[in-house]
């Protein structure tokens, strides 16, 4: 088989106009009204070349979710030799992500879909999820080990310390998602990381 360039370039082509368009799309329709036709035909390709890639509306949001400017950055946290500082910025940084209006939309669309599709939960948790959080718990490791954190401190229930109270507080839109208000969960937690 001879490999063909163009086609190849058409494929990266179409695959990037698909992700922009739903990234457009998933900002300015509500999650319920955004449909495969119209990222098609905003994208300027027919149904089947989405389907070819993903086998779902969900698949494809997550995949430009990743891809966006919007999308979570990297997952090494940052490791000044302050462990609070560090984590201050981690959750500040959280809050300034949700209350973000295009990573609001994206991630509210996750969460309706990861509630009715196992294969793209079980990518969501692998692929962002997972990943997240044991960066997390390697930071706070290496905290522990700088005698900056208590010995034997439970990583992942330190982790769910730092980020349920912010996570809680989006996904039941209670609002103040503030730095201040991320400072006290952290102010808070340390109660426990450094008992």
Not at 80 to 94: F, Q, Y
Not at 156 to 175: H, K, M, N, Y
């Amino acid at each position: 088989m001879v490999d063909n360039p163009a086609a190849a370039r058409r494929s990266v082509r179409a695959r990037a106009a698909i992700l922009a368009a739903t990234a457009e799309l998933i900002r300015e329709l509500p999650y319920a009204k955004l449909g495969i036709e119209a990222i098609a035909a905003r994208a300027g390709v027919g149904k089947q070349t989405i389907y070819r890639w993903w086998p779902s509306k969900g698949a494809v949001v997550f995949d430009a979710m990743l891809e966006s400017d919007s999308g979570p950055s990297g997952l090494a946290l940052p490791d000044t030799g302050d462990i609070a500082a560090d984590l201050r910025e981690l959750l500040r940084g959280s809050v300034a992500a949700l209350v973000d209006p295009g990573f609001d939309s994206f991630l509210r669309a996750m969460y309706i879909e990861i509630q009715q599709d196992q294969e793209l939960a079980v990518a969501y948790r692998e692929r962002l999820l997972l990943p997240q959080r044991r960066a997390i718990a390697d930071r706070l490791a290496v905290a522990v080990d700088a005698g900056e954190l208590r010995a034997g401190l439970d990583l992942g229930l330190a982790v769910d310390l730092l980020l349920g109270p912010i996570q809680t507080r989006w996904s039941l839109g209670l609002g103040g998602l503030t730095e201040a208000y991320a400072d006290a969960v952290l102010d808070a937690a340390l109660i426990y990381l450094r008992a």
